[in-house]
């Protein structure tokens, strides 16, 4: 089965600083991928999907992810935090087109 | 719907109640997801309809649990005799078809079994 990580729990940046949250999947093959964020007490959205097109996804809100097959890596990335962007972020791969599998997240903290 | 429907929003369960979770889906939407979010964690899969039929139901933690969608479209997640276990934010997501795209989430219900 799909599994998929977030190296980090907890990520701290300054606003107007950039931002890199990491996920790394394990499949033997390309899956689909996803990166969703959810802000207190609200559902979950979705910032951008990659499905075996371009490499490089633009997403909404000036967030951007690329995947690597070779890292099995599709880290989330944005050029300059704001203070909005404080939330938790889940990566999510594509079980198989059975289901999704979930990260454990990571919690993006921004300080003024 | 604009989006994907989910009530109650909160519900506070006695320990050995039964409760019912329900989901309204987006419009047309063929597929249907149900997880379950523990606090502090990722939301895992409970389970998934393609129209009325259950396709996959290996998520569900135990036979306390089951979900229907009789007509293929509202559905409710039914859990048995709550325990303090149970207590969760379950998450309700729709899409056209499969996993490919995407899934478009509710906003959850809270379960909390006292």
């Known amino acids: 089965a799909q599994s998929v990580t977030q190296l980090d729990s907890h990520v701290s940046v300054s606003e107007g600083t950039p931002v890199l949250l990491r996920c790394n999947y394990s499949s033997s093959y390309s899956p689909s991928l996803f990166w969703y964020v959810q802000h207190p007490n609200k559902g979950l959205q979705l910032l951008l999907k990659y499905t075996s097109a371009a490499t490089l996804v633009k997403g909404i809100n000036g967030f951007e992810a690329e995947f690597k097959k070779s890292e099995t890596s599709f880290h989330l990335t944005k050029p300059s935090a704001h203070m909005s962007d404080a939330a938790e972020y889940f990566c999510?791969?594509?079980?198989?087109?059975?289901?999704?599998?979930f990260g454990p997240g990571t919690r993006l903290s921004v300080l003024p | 719907g604009a989006g994907v429907s989910q009530s109650p929003r909160y519900k506070v369960a006695k320990r050995g109640q039964d409760v019912a979770l329900r989901c309204d889906p987006i419009?047309?939407?063929?597929?249907l997801f149900w997880y379950q979010q523990a606090l502090g964690q990722g939301p895992e899969f409970l389970t998934y309809?393609?129209?009325?039929?259950?396709?996959?139901k290996s998520g569900l933690p135990s036979d306390r649990f089951f979900a229907e969608r009789p007509e293929g479209s509202v559905s409710t997640l039914k859990i048995q005799r709550t325990q303090q276990e149970d207590s969760a934010v379950y998450l309700c997501?729709?899409?056209?078809?499969?996993?490919?795209?995407?899934?478009?989430f509710g906003s959850g219900t809270r379960l909390t079994v006292v």
């Open positions: 419009s047309g939407h063929v597929s």
């Open positions: 309809f393609q129209n009325e039929a259950q396709l996959d």
């Open positions: 997501a729709s899409s056209l078809t499969g996993t490919g795209y995407g899934y478009t």
């Open positions: 999510v791969a594509d079980n198989y087109g059975q289901n999704f599998v």
